[in-house]
């Protein structure tokens, strides 16, 4: 997805939360911004084009009705990040419940830098 063709602005956040793949449990990376229709990850190694996922968000304790969301959606694209030593990733998540959603809106109220 383009830039010419989002539909929600992106939202970067204050500090990197944690993603894990659910199926091998390992951290696939860091969520660099967020809205309710995905989220741009940052990882060492690129991720898989097209590659169906489904990703736990840790959230930090205490702060939210959920400890964890889960993401179900698939990779958009990766590429190289600015810095050389690390690959970003979109990553759309074409459908959440609304539990997760309130969560997530709150998430980006409270931790996305004010633009």
Avoid: H
């Avoid at 229709?37 to 590659?51: H, T, V």
């Avoid at 690390?86 to 980006?108: H, M, N």
């Amino acid at each position: 997805m383009g830039v010419e063709s989002r539909i929600m602005k992106r939202r970067q956040l204050v500090y990197y939360l944690k993603l894990y793949d659910i199926e091998t449990g390992e951290q696939v990376g860091n969520l660099v911004d967020i809205t309710t229709r995905g989220c741009k990850i940052i990882s060492k190694d690129p991720l898989p084009e097209e590659k169906s996922m489904a990703l736990r968000l840790d959230l930090p304790e205490g702060l939210y009705s959920l400890k964890t969301i889960t993401l179900k959606g698939k990779t958009l694209w990766s590429r190289p990040d600015v810095n050389p030593d690390f690959y970003v990733t979109g990553f759309e998540v074409p459908r959440l419940g609304a539990e997760e959603r309130r969560v997530v809106r709150q998430l980006i109220e409270q931790t996305a830098f004010n633009d």
